[in-house]
């Protein structure tokens, strides 16, 4: 073999690699931060329900914020536990289930009666969203080489600071329904920010494969 063939071996290497990479910060990590917005919806959404949720449950500013404090209780204890499963059974059935999961309790939250309810929900919600964040970061590890992970983790983590600006804009309007259907403002925000994590759960197992060997990344 020559020195021109090895060379265009090379180049034609270095070209599909790029091609497969381009696809990936297209594709995947779009799809990936979509997730990570909603997931971090149902995490703060509680922030923009409080005044009027507090009222409504006859909840103390002790209850509050001992409701908030359960879900990160059980996000910081879930958190190795949840990543140990997506390893076992993959990263596909893994995100979309705990997705599901955070989704509805997320959004049954809206049914909530007493404070009791209400740490309940909270804390599945925790239990649930653990495994996300960490588990998406180890998932990008099987994606992309070291040279491009500090990109594809940027550009992932950007979500954090978008959905808290946008967030607070669009939970205002949410808010705003209070009264429809007769349905509070707080339910509202917890029905329409919940419900969408439940989809994309669902969207989930079909979109995501467990490595790039059971993918289509070539064209």
Not at 81 to 108: D, E, Q
Request: proline letters at 3%; a positive charge; charged letters at 10%.
């Amino acid at each position: 073999m020559t020195t021109s063939t090895l060379q265009h071996n090379d180049n034609k290497a270095v070209e599909v690699e790029n091609r497969v990479i381009k696809k990936l910060f297209r594709r995947l990590i779009t799809f990936l931060f979509v997730l990570f917005v909603f997931s971090f919806l149902d995490r703060i959404n509680i922030g923009f329900a409080g005044l009027t949720m507090g009222k409504d449950l006859g909840l103390t500013s002790t209850m509050f914020g001992l409701a908030a404090t359960l879900f990160y209780v059980t996000y910081v204890l879930c958190g190795i536990p949840s990543n140990i499963m997506l390893a076992k059974v993959g990263a596909r059935r893994w995100i979309a289930g705990i997705m599901v999961v955070w989704g509805i309790a997320s959004t049954c939250t809206m049914f909530a009666t007493s404070p009791h309810t209400l740490y309940i929900l909270r804390m599945l919600v925790g239990i649930a969203e653990a495994g996300f964040l960490p588990g998406i970061l180890v998932y990008l590890t099987w994606w992309f080489p070291a040279y491009h992970r500090a990109r594809a983790n940027a550009l992932f983590m950007i979500a954090m600071p978008v959905t808290m600006m946008l967030g607070s804009i669009l939970s205002g309007y949410i808010l705003a329904l209070d009264g429809l259907w007769n349905l509070k403002g707080w339910q509202w925000l917890f029905l329409l920010e919940g419900l969408p994590s439940v989809v994309l759960g669902v969207v989930t197992w079909f979109f995501l494969n467990d490595t790039p060997d059971k993918a289509k990344l070539a064209g």
